[in-house]
Every structure is written in C-alpha cells, then in structure tokens.
C-alpha cells in the first residue's frame, strides 16, 4: 500500500511539472543560420556566441576557464625557462642562478624543468580544450534555443478503475498530438 501511494504521489508530480513552454516558437520566427552565427561568433571572440544567445551569465565562465588556463601556460613557461637557464649556468660553471642554495643537486633542475614543461603542455592543451567547448556550448545553445516544447507532447498519469476486474491499474499515458 505503501508503495502504490508513493508511485500514485510521483505519476501527480510528474504531470503539474509535465506541461509546456507556453510561449510557442512559430515556424516564421525560427533561424536556421542562427546556430552557424553563434559558433562563428565564439570561434572570432569567446563568449560573444554565448552573448548571441542572450546567456550573459555563461561569458564569465568562459573567460574564466581560458584566462585560468593562459595564466598557467605562462607560469609554467617562465618556471620552465627559469630552472633550464639555471641547469645551464651551472653546467657552465656559474655559481649566480636562483636555485643555488635552494637545489643542491643539477638533476633536480633537470626535473623541475621537465614538471613545468609536462605542464605547460598540458595547460596548451587546457586552452585549446576550453576553446573548443565555447564554440560547442554556443551552437549546441543555440539548437536548443529554437527547439519547439508544445502541448501536441504530454505524459499523463492515469488510473484505470476497472469494474470487471476489481484491480485498480496505475500508469503513464504518453499523448502525440499532431
């Protein structure tokens, strides 16, 4: 019995939040090329398909995912160059890099320069990435936008009370009005 009242109260919950846009796109206002825009956009300037898409509030988090990803790529740089330039006056014979009372041993530059060169590849491959899911996230946005949500499409829960049988039988209808 238990059981049956929690389904009953999910198939309720399910149809009142069921329904529909109720502003319907007509078939005049719909923009085939808005899609190609606004992948164009974000490939020119990131974030300017997003702000083609009226999402304001996803501009942030583009610039924030590549503007991380640059700072890193330019931290790791300069380490990376930083810890070479000083394996290099060692084995030179200077005595003046950064890193002489710090590391004591030259292999341990060697490995410092290979930890910030590993990331700063990976940090290029980061930007590269973030870039790619901008202009992704701008025509996917933009398909969605121009998807058509009307009543033709419910799911409707149902109870068939059934005199012959003496069962009660719960489901879901699914209606396609065309």
Request: net charge neutral; charged share 20%.
């Amino acid at each position: 019995m238990k059981n049956k009242v929690t389904l009953l109260s999910l198939f309720f919950l399910v149809y009142f939040t069921s329904y529909s846009q109720e502003n319907e796109l007509k078939f005049d206002e719909l923009d085939p090329t808005a899609p190609s825009k606004a992948a164009f956009y974000s490939a020119v300037l990131p974030g300017l398909g997003q702000g083609f898409n009226k999402k304001y509030w996803k501009i942030p988090i583009v610039y924030a995912a590549i503007g991380s990803s640059a700072y890193l790529y330019d931290f790791n740089n300069k380490k990376y160059w930083d810890y070479r330039n000083a394996y290099k006056s060692r084995k030179a014979g200077y005595k003046n890099d950064p890193y002489q009372n710090l590391i004591l041993d030259d292999d341990r530059l060697l490995d410092g320069a290979d930890f910030h060169k590993k990331n700063r590849d990976l940090s290029m491959v980061f930007i590269v990435g973030f870039y790619i899911l901008n202009i992704l996230d701008a025509n996917i946005d933009a398909h969605l936008k121009q998807y058509n949500v009307n009543e033709s499409l419910t799911i409707k829960p149902y109870i068939n009370n059934d005199i012959e049988f003496y069962e009660q039988s719960i489901g879901i209808s699914l209606n396609l009005n065309f």
